[in-house]
């Protein structure tokens, strides 16, 4: 079973989509050092946040250990900043093996993908659709090669 960690952080108006985007990096990567990719993906990013896609559908970063996703708050919500969460996620491993899937609109997704297209790390999906199939299969830990199999007659034995 995957485990899932999710975070909501105030948006507008309590932050502009590029100090949300500042964020979100900083939570996400804070036990590794931010790498210039990420950087090169503000602006796709701030845009996301601007026009409120990370509302509904989620900032996804997958890799080794637990899949983190980011939502944002908005109006009222990111004012009072009651339901926010925006501690810092520890990750497993090096920083050597994630990918970032960055939330936008059908509209956008061509000109967001261009923008991401030197960033191989951050990857463009349609809010709509949700996250390509890919995207969605369970991730290992290191040293775990997936391969757990449970003997439900042994079980069943007890």
Do not use: K
Request: proline share 7%; glycine share 8%.
């Amino acid at each position: 079973m995957m485990s899932v960690i999710a975070r909501r952080v105030a948006a507008s108006p309590a932050r502009t989509g590029t100090q949300t985007w500042d964020l979100i990096r900083d939570l996400l990567f804070s036990g590794w050092s931010a790498p210039p990719s990420l950087t090169a993906a503000a602006g796709p990013a701030a845009s996301s946040i601007a026009e409120r896609v990370p509302e509904a559908s989620p900032f996804v970063l997958t890799g080794a250990g637990p899949r983190v996703r980011v939502y944002c708050l908005y109006g009222d919500d990111a004012v009072e900043g009651d339901d926010a969460n925006e501690a810092s996620v520890d990750l497993e491993g090096d920083g050597s093996d994630w990918t970032l899937w960055l939330p936008c609109h059908a509209d956008d997704l061509a000109w967001v993908e261009s923008a991401l297209a030197a960033t191989p790390r951050v990857t463009a999906y349609d809010a709509a659709q949700g996250l390509p199939e890919g995207a969605s299969e369970s991730r290992t830990s290191p040293g775990n090669t997936g391969d757990f199999q449970i003997d439900t007659d042994l079980f069943n034995d007890l």
